[in-house]
């Protein structure tokens, strides 16, 4: 059937780029900015942002959206083929780190974002924002948000790509892209297929193999010179094998969002955006659907700008009567007081379970000189029960678990130079009321007191000897109030080094990242994981502007290590692509 899709695609590429196709056919709309939800900010980034495009992407030599997160520094992935896989931000819980698709929460049944839906090759550019951002985006922003872009760049001209490429442990890829554009509309499809025989990851004899196939469509035309449509669809359906101590899990990880966005601008100085989106999802046989509306109204100012915005969001469990219901209203406003740049934000949450609650945030930064710039900010955020724990709460009887609730301070300094740029940020937050699984009979979720986390950061950038070099440094350490012991699979330290080059045809990048030691469990039972430093290699030759030859080799030094106890990683990995446009 995917072979089929394969067919159908290149056949209608063929047909659309006639010339009379390509006069119809076009531009790409302005994509969102992550951190402040509009794609025109007035200020400059404040928060700190790690951006990844699609060459940098390519660079880490990642065949996967979870070996990606793994290579980025400064956040703490853990799980690994035949585990559920769990990325966590500046010390906080998976479940605090918010994925978004395209402006939208991919996981709808809570706890920690489902990862392995998202194709790599998919994705244009991911946008990695650190702290709370409930303000914005509504409950389970507490550590950061992890926003996935799959719309080209403004800048992309009109193509047709294939990517195929065979690695280790059996691992296949073909990925078919078309994206075609105009001075009006524009129109991308992209096909992939994923394959690999995975590996043994607990010993018991049975490899952890990964069938994911997946179907994107972007489409954007201009109905009026004020008025814009965009539709945005996603479809993956995957067989992910997973060794699980306490059940048998069903390998079924399955997607389906709908996103359709129009944006109506009023005048000069004002514009409404209506953003609607359908998600259907389905992980270890449990299906849920969720249904949002957001209206966005942006107001411009003289070196300001204000958002006002509503979002209505429910989500249910298919097949039983659990609803989760909420109404937010949020704004934010963004400007120039006095050569200072301020944005202020708070929401507003109206929840049929937790009733009602607000988060706020306060950012600020100002330019010292032409090359220095300082930065703060002050903000709180929220985590929500998912469908899971107010189910299992339900059972048991108990009805009284609230909301985590976070606040969060930071302060940075960075500065840009003729050697390159380097930035310094510490930062320290508070979480209370933290979710713990209670092991009663029946068992149930309850509210554990405070979390305390604390850290800093550093980066730096020039360029060294004809490379680009790229390097960072993050400290970190999150404690249990309630027992003084440092939170489990948080690694204290991390540090990371990227070189890249271009020279003529070749292109050529270097990965070093390394982690500390980290326990295991919160309650340190079952020891540590040791520490480990991971080597990356990534090359690629372009014999003509169309063609492309990447070899990729990760885990160079084929290091063995545990993300969490008792699960084998992958090892010394091999990746031989080709990639053609025509």
Not at 140 to 169: C, E, L, M, P, R
Not at 243 to 250: A, H, I, L, Q, Y
Not at 456 to 473: A, H, M, Q, Y
């Amino acid at each position: 059937m995917f072979t089929k899709n394969l067919i159908f695609a290149a056949s209608l590429s063929a047909v659309l780029f006639s010339n009379s196709a390509i006069a119809v056919i076009g531009p790409i709309k302005i994509s969102l900015n992550t951190e402040y939800r509009t794609s025109n900010p007035v200020i400059g980034s404040i928060a700190t942002t790690i951006k990844l495009d699609k060459a940098a992407i390519n660079r880490t030599g990642a065949s996967t959206f979870t070996g990606l997160l793994q290579s980025i520094p400064s956040v703490s992935f853990e799980g690994g083929q035949g585990n559920l896989q769990a990325l966590r931000i500046r010390g906080n819980d998976a479940s605090h780190s918010l994925l978004l698709l395209d402006g939208h929460r991919v996981t709808v049944d809570g706890g920690q974002a489902n990862l392995d839906v998202i194709p790599i090759d998919q994705i244009e550019r991911i946008e990695i924002s650190k702290g709370p951002f409930s303000s914005l985006y509504g409950p389970g922003a507490i550590g950061g948000v992890i926003h996935v872009f799959t719309d080209k760049d403004a800048n992309s001209i009109s193509s047709n790509k294939i990517d195929i490429s065979y690695g280790s442990k059996g691992t296949k890829k073909i990925n078919l892209n078309t994206y075609l554009k105009s001075d009006k509309s524009y129109l991308d499809i992209s096909l992939t297929e994923f394959d690999t025989d995975g590996i043994d990851a607990t010993g018991d004899g049975d490899l952890d193999p990964i069938d994911r196939k997946t179907t994107g469509l972007n489409f954007g035309t201009e109905l009026t010179e004020s008025t814009d449509i965009s539709i945005n669809i996603l479809n993956t359906k995957a067989n992910i094998q997973y060794d699980d101590s306490w059940e048998t899990p069903k390998p079924d990880n399955n997607l389906n969002q709908l996103n359709v966005v129009i944006n109506q601008v009023i005048n000069d100085k004002y514009k409404i955006n209506f953003d609607l989106m359908r998600q259907n999802t389905q992980r270890r046989e449990d299906k849920y659907k969720l249904n949002t509306l957001t209206i966005i109204n942006e107001l411009d100012f003289d070196n300001s700008k204000l958002s006002l915005g509503i979002s209505n969001e429910v989500s249910k469990k298919v097949g039983s009567s659990n609803t989760i219901k909420h109404t937010d209203i949020f704004s934010q406003w963004q400007g120039l007081i006095i050569d200072n740049e301020i944005s202020l934000g708070a929401r507003v949450i109206d929840h049929d379970k937790f009733g009602t609650h607000t988060t706020y945030n306060f950012n600020w930064a100002r330019d010292l000189s032409s090359t220095l710039r300082l930065n703060g900010s002050y903000g709180s955020a929220t985590n929500l029960p998912d469908h899971y724990k107010n189910n299992a709460n339900i059972v048991a009887g108990q009805t009284t678990l609230n909301p985590e609730r976070s606040t969060n301070l930071e302060i940075g300094l960075s500065g840009n130079y003729d050697w390159g740029n380097a930035e310094f940020k510490i930062y320290k937050s508070k979480v209370k009321d933290a979710f713990k699984w209670f092991s009663a009979s029946p068992a149930y979720y309850k509210n554990d007191g405070i979390v305390n986390i604390s850290g800093v950061e550093l980066s730096i950038g020039t360029e060294l000897l004809g490379w680009d070099l790229d390097t960072s440094l993050d400290l970190n350490k999150a404690i249990a109030a309630s027992t003084n012991l440092e939170k489990g699979r948080r690694p204290n330290r991390s540090i990371a080094l990227n070189l890249s080059k271009t020279s003529g045809k070749w292109n050529r990048s270097i990965n070093w990242i390394a982690k500390s030691r980290a326990w295991d469990k919160d309650n340190h039972s079952n020891g540590e994981n040791g520490g480990y430093g991971l080597l990356n290699l990534s090359t690629s030759y372009s014999f003509t502007d169309d063609l492309t030859v990447y070899l990729n080799r990760n885990n160079v030094l084929d290091k063995q290590y545990e993300m969490a106890k008792g699960y084998n990683t992958l090892g010394k990995t091999t990746t031989l692509g080709l990639n053609y446009n025509f």
